[in-house]
């Protein structure tokens, strides 16, 4: 198992993990949807829950350039769906399981919601 300093912008200091306010839930779900990169990475780490890669191992996997994934990677792990973590000076990127839980759970009961209007 790789270890390294983990960045979770999705946790609070105790270590949990927060909870978006309801007005937040819709944000985070347009933010989802903003780039068809954003929809890429979510299948390949949700694919393959175990993957831990840099940017430009995850890049190559989706047949982009780095460059072109770097701000939608910031966001996820912004959001916490995806955690940075650093192996030795190389950043690399890995789903956090219970954050991308919490992220679809929040996202399907929007959905549900919108749709019972």
């Known amino acids: 198992m790789v270890q390294g300093n983990r960045s979770s912008p999705g946790k609070n200091e105790g ?8 007005k937040s839930s819709r944000s985070l779900v ?3 949807l903003s780039s068809e990169v954003k929809g890429d990475l979510l299948v390949l780490f949700r694919r393959n829950p175990g ?3 840099s940017s430009e191992g995850v890049a190559s996997r989706i047949g982009r ?3 072109e994934i ?3 990677l910031a966001d996820l792990t912004e959001i916490g769906i995806l955690d940075r973590i650093k192996i030795g000076r190389l950043n690399a990127y890995r789903l956090n399981i219970k954050r991308d839980i919490e992220v679809q759970k929040l996202v399907a ?3 549900t919601k919108r ?3």
């Not at 993990?17 to 309801?22: F, G, Q, R």
């Open 30 to 32: 347009g933010r989802l």
């Open 109 to 111: 009961m929007n959905l």
């Open 15 to 22: 270590g949990k993990l927060n909870t978006p306010k309801k």
């Open 115 to 117: 749709g019972g209007r």
């Open 51 to 53: 993957l831990i890669d």
């Open 65 to 67: 350039r780095a460059n």
């Open 70 to 72: 770097e701000p939608d």
